[in-house]
């Protein structure tokens, strides 16, 4: 196409040329207007965080919405008056603020009335500070009903992205909402609405797909481009610790490796198949009636401001108690997580530091539930963002810890509890170690991870139990991907691997948490390639360290805002697994081997893996063993799937 | 900005252009004509020989030597002279006159009489019929009052301009139904239709109806079908599919796009493409706020225009680092096709700056602003340079063998 033809006549060019320089004259307009906006923004948080007056800015704020008004342009329009607002309520006028928010998202909604597609990010900045508005005047019942409306909103277009990292950032701008939401709900006592809106931040994307879809590949063609550049990858850099810029090409394959991966979850069915469709929807009587009655349920979210709401759920009842969290709370709850990061074995000095703090830590068992829950016999905690980090097990209850009364296990959110619970599979059990191991991966021998699997394919053995055990070389990325392509994984109801991890705050990981690796005989495996291995067990067993970590923070965030599943537990419930038991920290491996075939011999007598998981540690710990928390405690259980 | 620059802009967007190539060819006539006919027809022979001038050049050669035939028949008083006597006299007296480039024309006559021997004239259509003349010219009248709304940007769209698209289709449109079906001029009417409806789409985007802006993109993509016009066809698919990711929000596809062009298609060398699907991922990234994501893709889409030879040099202001890129447009991209290449390579350091912008880079809405500005330059530059060539091939039209021609065609 090549139009306008040039050369067609001299008034011609000149008349364009006039038009062209009017329009740069509009343009330069409405460039002044938004460097305006700008410089104001940047002077009204200059003058907040020194505590200057702020009056003297809303005249100059006027002249800009005004200016735009007269260019015609709403979108800027919009923006000013969101300045204003923002300044009306650092003056502590609320009610001044509101006024002139429901006045500008009016003319914003005539403005672009004919939109099929509302810029709801403008629509979201006017809810937000109207929020805040109803919020300083104390006003609960509209607080909720304008986060109510901004959260259906941001709920309608949240599922349309399906790249995982992009989903996980989607929450960031709009986090503070879904809070003022749920301390709304709290103030009118209404519990269900705010644990309602509470499960919306609280790892939405796992409960997505079915596992049945996760089985089939959606694109062979793609799936295999996937698995050749997997190998091309560990072909260049084996032990998948090389900085992506010191091999030729690495960066690029490793780019075009996350594309693809990107491609594959975007063309996974959905649960519901409609590509818009969301999750299942919270219904709290649904997650009461798959409650057995000696079961009850932990739930946390936190607010910013140091406030946590702790929900107490059995088959009978739900008790909401907000903890204010004092400054010494604070502290050692850093001190734990401090602790859990701690890379490598922890020197004895630090060991007991570690168990002080997690005993300071026990208000996160409000005495309120305490009764409640000395009756039961197994609890699911369900954590939210720092608080994954936190080994709940290991708290002091009673004259002892938490996991020696009760069988605990964590859950992602509730909603994961709702979708009724399988029938146990005719056990069938695959049993691998990883080692000894390639040079090229520069790792320490493990002496007990190949004894470790032996005592635990022996107590299956003799109850019965088919097993399969491989060990060292024969271990390798092609046996895996062979048996996934078979369908021979996916016959396993158990599958344990005993190796080498890596965490999920080591180098890179921190973000591309999904590229966490475990390691076999000669190369490393990371989350990204598990993630397409086709499993379908009810139980992975990851004996190596750090790999029952999750991200919580990363890719330039604090935190991460959908509180979404990233790391190793994520990659094995993208394949299939419905409960994954590992590791919070580096663990010995010969504690390590004492504590899996304990489990392992539970679960041979038919145990459910948290009972089983409960009864080795307490076997474990009654052996004489230390009760350094270090030592024992680094196992967890979490339920993925449903 | 140093004029060298802007010169060396303004003369790769004309190469090509039709007025340019008479020019061109007009320079070859004189160059040949100055020398003794024996050896002007050796240096003709060598100038039109195959290997030296393609089927298409060769056809615009010998529609410049008609150009020059009419413009000494003019000079030489021979315009309407059917009596060959009277034609014989008048030629005479012209070539003892004192025209300096009397002789030239002489030789130029001989030549032209002797150059199908020296190569076979192209396939030729048959000359226009005055219908199509008609026709044509009617359609050139109507193009004078559509060129502004075809041009117009953010700063001036409005529903009035749209209307007056709408009229003038209607205007062109008269024109074809009264017109033969075999017309050739038609395509000239259905060019601008389908131009017109693409315009109106544009705008209607510009004013964010969506709606209204499909309905013109549709239209104009069956009027581009119609023409076989691939490259505008393509451009209102692209809009279309825009335009129904922002009415459903269905992210995924948008992302979908960019992520195949970068994993499966085997992207053509010196294409644009697969910087385009960086930056279209990179918009992506920062409508979801992973902030990290975005660091990552600005590194690679400036690696990827750096690849393709249009590098980002922070050092430089970018209106500098344009002279790279004028360099760097493959040289079969011509006229509008050299301006469209550079557009979309400043449109996409745009699109790169703008992200920095929103992760407050410091200078960021500096470098934004300047490549927003130089947005503007290239058409104000581009106006220029079509004016120039204007006046440049009306002087030399007149005496297209004479010395001034030279420099008219920059030689």
Known sequence: MSWPPLGFDLSLSANLKRTKEEEERAQQHLLAIDRDLNTLRDERKKRVSKKLPLEDLLPRVEQLITAAQKLNRPTSEAWAALLLAEILLDTCKPADALARLTTARAAWAAAIQKQQAPERSIDFQFLERMARAHLLMENYAAVSAVCGEAIEKTEVDRYKTSAPYLQSAFLKDRASLYKHGIGAAYKLRDYETMLARAELAKARSLLRYSPENTSKAPDSDLEQRFRDLCDEI???DPSGSANPDSLEGLRSLLEERRRIWDLLLIGRPRLEGDNAARPPAFSMQQVRNALEADEAILYYYGLDDGVLFVSYIDREQLLVEPVKVSADGQQSLRDVLIGVQYPGDMGETEKPKFDRAIQDSSYLLPDAFRPLMEVKRRLLISPHQKLHLFPFHALPWKKGFLIEDLAVSYIPNLTILQAPRRLPRKPRILLASGGPYDRVLHL??????GLEVEGAAEAYRRKGIETDLVCGAPLTRKLLHDWSDSGRLAGYSSIHLATHGESVFANENLNTPMESRVFLTAAALDGLEISRLRLDADLIVLSACNSGQRAIRGRGMEELPGDELFGLQAAFAMAGARSVLGCLWPVDDSLARDIMVRFHRHRAESLAPEVALKQATVDHLQSGSSRFCRNWAPFFLSIVGS | MSENVWQRFRQRLMEGNDQDQYLQDWAILRQVTLLPLEEARVLLKQKVATENMSDAAYEHFRKAMILVSAAYFHRAGLVGISDLGEWQKRYSAYLAGTDPEAKQYETFLSLRLEIDKVREAPQQAAPFSPDELRLGQACSELFSKLAVPLNTGPGLASQALIDELESLITQY????????????????????????????????LILRDYDQARRWFQESAESFGRLGD??????????????????????????????????????????????????SQISQTVKAGDWFAVKRLIEEAVRELERQGYPNDEEQSPDEALKSWIESVPGDLRGNDFLYRLSQV?????????????????GADERLAGIRSLVHQ???ESLQADDDLQRRFASASARPLAATQAVAAGI
């Open chain 2, 230 to 279: 691939q490259f505008g066809l393509q451009l209102c698919r692209r809009q279309l599919s825009s335009i129904h990711i922002l009415s459903t929000g269905d992210a995924d596809a948008e992302l979908r796009a960019a992520l195949e062009t970068l994993t499966r298609e085997q992207v053509p060398v010196g294409s644009l493409d697969r910087a385009q699907a960086i930056v």
């Open chain 1, 444 to 449: 320490t021998q493990l002496a007990e991870t």
């Open chain 1, 234 to 236: 560990r072909d260049k």
């Open chain 2, 173 to 204: 449109e008269s024109l074809l139904e009264e017109a033969d079906p075999a017309n050739r001029a038609r395509r000239q009417a259905l060019d601008a239709i389908a131009e017109a409806q693409y315009a109106a789409g544009r705008i209607s």
């Open chain 2, 346 to 362: 400043v449109q996409l350091y745009a699109g790169i700056w703008g992200a920095r912008a929103s992760l407050s880079e410091a």
């Open chain 2, 378 to 380: 290239l058409d104000l």
